[in-house]
C-alpha cells in the first residue's frame, strides 16, 4: 500500500512540474503590450537591436504556442519580455 501512495505522489509532483511550463495567450498578450509600448518610447531608433529582437522572440513563442510546444514557448515569450523590457528601458 504504501508504495502505491509513494508512486501516487510521485506521479502529482511530476504532472504539477510539468505544468510550470504553459505559455498562455495572456502571456502573449502581456508581452505585446511591452512592445507597443517600447515603439510608443521609440525603441525602434532608441533601441532596435532590442525592440526587434523582441518583436521576432515573440514571433517564435506564438509559431510554438501554435505547434503546442509550450516549453519553446515559453522561452521564446520570456526572452522577448526581457528584449521588450530593455527596449523600453533604453527608450525613456
Known sequence: MKGWRGLLMLCAALYLLGGCAVYTP????????????AAAAGAEKKAPYEYYSAKEFLSNAKDELGEADDKNAKMFGEKARAQAEKALQMSK
Open 26 to 37: 495572456r502571456d502573449v498578450k502581456g508581452v505585446e503590450d511591452l512592445i507597443n509600448q
